[in-house]
Nanobody, 119 residues
Framework: QVQLVESGGGLVQAGGSLRLSCAAS????????MNWYRQAPGKQRELVAF???????NYADSVKGRFTISRDNAKNTVYLQMNSLKPEDTAVYYC?????????????WGQGTQVTVSS
């Protein structure tokens, strides 16, 4: 069974920083891509950033230059460093992992962590 454990959310003032972490664990788990999504109240869930096992990275336009995604492949952990936070970054942030468990494709979600940016 795969577990995804997120941490690092909280309340911060505009202009501040937070670092989110998501650790994946599970027997025979092989990860291809690790994503960060967010969902603000009344809005659809949106992709914030992703990083592949090969190191390819992409960001939503709204966070480019402020957020940095990284991963530790040995620990199956993905990070999201969020700087220069804005009130509009307020949302529940979810990590999402795509890969396989043995020969079976896998796609799973973390429990979500609240990020609140005050003005």
């Amino acid at each position: 069974q795969v577990q995804l454990v997120e941490s690092g959310g909280g309340l911060v003032q505009a202009g501040g920083s937070l670092r989110l972490s998501c650790a994946a664990s599970g027997r025979l788990l092989r990860i291809n891509v690790m994503n960060w999504y967010r969902q603000a109240p009344g809005k659809q869930r949106e992709l914030v950033a992703f990083i592949t096992s090969g190191g390819s990275i992409n960001y939503a336009d709204s966070v480019k230059g402020r957020f940095t995604i990284s991963r530790d492949n040995a620990k199956n952990t993905v990070y999201l460093q969020m700087n220069s936070l804005k009130p509009e970054d307020t949302a529940v942030y979810y990590c999402n992992v795509g890969g396989s468990v043995g020969l079976v494709p896998y796609n799973g979600w973390g429990q979500g962590t609240q990020v609140t940016v005050s003005s």
